[in-house]
């Protein structure tokens, strides 16, 4: 394993549309940003992805978006 975890953020933009990011944390503290774009979907699928080789999820969306993320645009 070459990180310590994963990090699954969003925020919104002006018109609350969600930007998600997923960001890997190397074992030196280093983040690496791995994907950003507007589906949840697929930044967890990113993220899980990535598990193997920077370990565990923690998905921050709840905290970081105030908005339901999988609501109908």
């Not at 925020?11 to 940003?33: C, H, K, M, Q, Y």
């Not at 994907?35 to 899980?48: D, M, N, P």
Request: no cysteine; hydrophobic share 40%.
């Amino acid at each position: 394993m070459i990180g310590t975890h994963i990090r699954i953020t969003a925020l919104a933009g002006d018109d609350r549309r969600p930007e998600f990011f997923v960001t890997a944390i190397e074992a030196e503290g280093i983040p690496i940003s791995l994907w950003q774009g507007s589906s949840y979907e697929r930044a967890i699928l990113i993220a899980e992805k990535a598990r193997e080789d920077f370990g565990p999820v923690y998905d921050y969306v709840p905290e970081t978006y105030p908005f339901d993320p999988l609501r109908e645009r």
